[in-house]
């Protein structure tokens, strides 16, 4: 069991979303003494959104949500850990269908109102007898504050459990998002996180639902990343469960805009959070690294320049040095392939700007920057000097322990 | 000083290539107690090709070499390591300008027949001065076999110097080809490694050479990595000095490649050899990966594919921890955004293939697979089973000693 991240923060108190009922159970999938099945329940007319990997070899569990995500109805969700029913053919087929038969015929809805997501170990069967066995005794123990007993049981190499929670209005009535997540390797901003479950009691259509959880990935999972490799199973699923009886939406784009605005910031606030949660927990993180791109010719090109920096292992093995290697940060801006002037560049660590126009700033004092690497967040700001273009990116060191878990565990 | 990588190999002998008189000398440019300042002297008639890097934030030496190339004119190589001379601004050009005007003062040529390459840490001046003084002194003890000296004079984390040589003839004629390079870390595909320089007494236009220089390049170093960071200073440089008399090239294209399929073809091995040696001396390398792709629609197409998984950290870390981990093989190749199907997809590892048509192999057999995941040499071979695309790419492991060398280093 590795020690918890250093850049751990606390499962914060996540309270009820009306009509959400969850736990986790211990089904003996692959890990022994610990919860591996987690469950949630929710009531009829819950509407749900769903944003996958982008992986061309996706997981069965995936292909098995967007279907269900067609319906735009949601019951359950049932996620396990320890197996990720990931290029497992025909079984892993087999395994879903039975599984979510298993659930739905507990809760009296249809299979395709049952969702289901997997993480661990790629490639060997899904033991799903196991599975459904613990169902009937899982779901008899769901209640609406079983949070953190869901945030626990969908772990593999995580080392602390993450959730993120926010109240907002609707229209004058209140609602509550809460999210859990998990994820620590195989990380990597093509789609989303490994696992990322965001509840809501706010009423409203799924097509509503997913342009705010479309959006809000973008400008959170999608711009982090651990170690460049998109998972398999990346989920991140979103279910509104209507509860909070918050008004119609009116009809109008500007209107219905307005109506949401609060809502939608929250949203994003709690997928931000949460998908910061995971990189702190990035496979043997000691720094959390936050990359601020400005002056590219779009804010599509500053994305790509931010990310280039935050996957590149020189970067980030000199951040685990606690070097602040300019050159390498130059480095990684030119290998990013888009529209970048050496000779316009400048670069900043802990708000000291190192490097201007080309080469060293005369008379640069590196005693504040040495001080800033030492800590546990450190912030990159470089700009390109070339337009308006802007974006921010996340990621952590990368150190022994990334190769100490990696090199002998099979995940 | 690191260890000498266990995957190195012995420095062939260098036989003389007509025309070419080279050697190294202490400059005291960075190091100590070692040379580091090499020199070529070629004959006048001497043509020139070049590849570059495609980092946009190119050293100061690659846009000098861009420069003199356009001349397509050789007389002189200048190459110093310990200072990359990236990111370097005004001082950067003027450091060029000044060491090749001294180095065409001694030849008596112009500066622009004179190449320049440097390598070692980014962003910091040259002390060219320190480059120019000891030019004479190198310049008097330059000789037609000193080509172990300038193997080792280019050095940076490099832990053994690299060449190779191939003889064959151009229409009846002997005509020799040797290089030698250098590279360990920040080594990544995109156009070269950090340092080639290769000779040939063969009398080619350079037009004719610059073909051949880039058709060799594709199949060779572009196809290698060792971390994906494509460096600011790479550069592939190719220079014949026409001393053998090889026979006026005929004017058809068909009769002009039958003459030239030998040079091309021992070119290209020359090219490869030395881009297998820079893997073979990958920051950190235990073991040698190859990486096989067939089946994908295009040889472009598989060329991806092949690079994703060469530079997946999970795989790599896998392969050094001699885990046969295809789950994570499947990952990389998902995450290529090439087209691929997981249910056509088959592995093999060592020869033995593993998991075919989206699952694995009924009754699969660990017990090879692991006897040569302990071996040095490791073979992947990759069949999407979409058409007749295929591609081959070289890589390293991820080992501690990656982050060891990077965490620590200033380069």
Redesign the interface.
């Known amino acids: 069991m590795p020690a918890i991240s250093p850049l751990a923060v606390p499962l914060p108190a996540l309270p009820v979303v009306k009509g959400v009922r969850l736990g986790a159970v211990e089904a003996g999938i692959r890990y022994r003494n610990r919860t591996d099945l987690v469950m949630v329940d929710l009531p009829a007319g819950t509407t749900a959104a769903g944003v996958f990997t ?5 997981g069965a569990p995936v292909d098995w949500c967007r279907e269900a995500l067609a319906g735009g109805k949601a019951r359950a969700v049932v996620i396990n850990a320890g197996n ?1 029913n ?7 087929r087999t395994a879903c269908k039975e599984s979510a038969a298993a659930a739905a015929k507990l809760l009296g809805c249809t299979v395709k109102q049952v969702f289901l997501a997997s993480t661990g ?5 899904l033991p799903h007898d196991r599975l459904i066995a613990a169902l009937p005794k899982l779901h008899a123990s769901l209640s609406e504050t079983g949070w953190e007993a869901a945030a626990r049981g969908i772990m593999t190499t995580d080392t602390f459990p993450k959730g993120a929670t926010r109240m907002v209005e609707i229209g004058g009535v209140p609602v509550t998002i809460s999210g859990i997540a998990k994820g620590s ?2 990380i ?1 901003p ?1 789609m989303a996180t490994m696992l990322c479950f965001v509840f809501t009691d706010a009423k409203l259509p799924a097509d509503v639902l997913q342009a705010a959880l479309s959006r809000g990935v973008a400008g959170s999972f999608n711009a982090t990343t651990v ?6 199973s990346d989920t991140v699923l979103l279910f509104a469960t209507g509860q909070a009886r918050t008004p119609r939406l009116p009809e109008g784009g500007v209107a219905r805009a307005r109506m949401l605005r609060d809502f939608t910031a929250a949203l994003h606030a709690v997928l931000h959070d949460l998908a910061l949660q995971v990189v702190r927990d990035g496979e043997g993180a000691q720094k959390l690294v936050r990359i601020d791109v400005t002056g590219a010719v779009s804010a599509r090109s500053a994305h790509r320049v931010a990310m280039a920096v935050a ?4 970067v980030k ?2 951040i ?2 606690e ?1 602040a ?4 940060i ?14 316009l ?1 400048s670069i900043a660590v802990g708000g000291v700007w190192m ?1 201007r ?4 700033v005369a008379g640069y004092d590196e005693a504040p920057v040495v001080a800033h690497m030492k800590g546990r967040e450190i912030e990159i700001a470089i700009d390109l000097g070339l337009g308006r273009g802007k974006a921010t990116a996340w990621t952590c060191d ?3 322990g ?2 100490d878990i ?3 565990y ?2």
């Open positions: 982008r992986n061309r070899c996706p990720a990931v290029f497992t053919g025909k079984a892993g170990v790629i490639g060997e069967v390797g195989m990597a093509d170690d460049s490799d998109t998972s398999t996957n590149s292992p020189l093995t000199a685990a040095g070097d290697n300019w050159g390498r130059v480095m990684a801006v030119g290998k990013a392939g888009e529209p970048a002037e050496r000779d560049l490097a126009e080309g080469t060293v990368l150190t022994h990334y190769i990696n090199g002998s099979r995940s």
